[in-house]
């Protein structure tokens, strides 16, 4: 399926996409709009003891035992807790891993 340069290493299947080739206007960037304010969730807006015994989700543990959870009960993601900001702390910590191992 894919190529296996050496153990440990991850290779990954080619994905075939059936999407129509993009016309120069589609490639050209689009002027995009601000992104939306920060909607702070349950944990961001908890108090320090409210954080640190997890009382800020016992209305999610609630509503989930009453209910099937949906995408909409759920609060937005930190900003600490976003891909971007993630994986610029994983990225150094990963390099430097690399070359502290044998």
Not at 26 to 54: D, G
């Amino acid at each position: 399926m894919g190529n296996h340069e050496g153990e440990g290493s991850l290779s990954l299947p080619r994905i075939v996409s059936y999407a129509p080739a993009e016309t120069e206007e589609e490639t050209t960037e689009k002027p995009s709009s601000p992104p939306p304010p920060h909607v702070p969730n349950a944990e961001e807006r908890a108090s320090f003891l409210s954080r640190h015994f997890y009382t800020f989700f016992s209305r999610m543990v609630a509503l989930g035992y009453r209910r099937p959870l949906e995408m909409t009960d759920l609060d937005p993601l930190a900003v600490k807790d976003s891909v971007d900001v993630l994986y610029r702390q994983f990225v150094p910590a990963w390099e430097q891993e690399k070359t502290c191992s044998p």
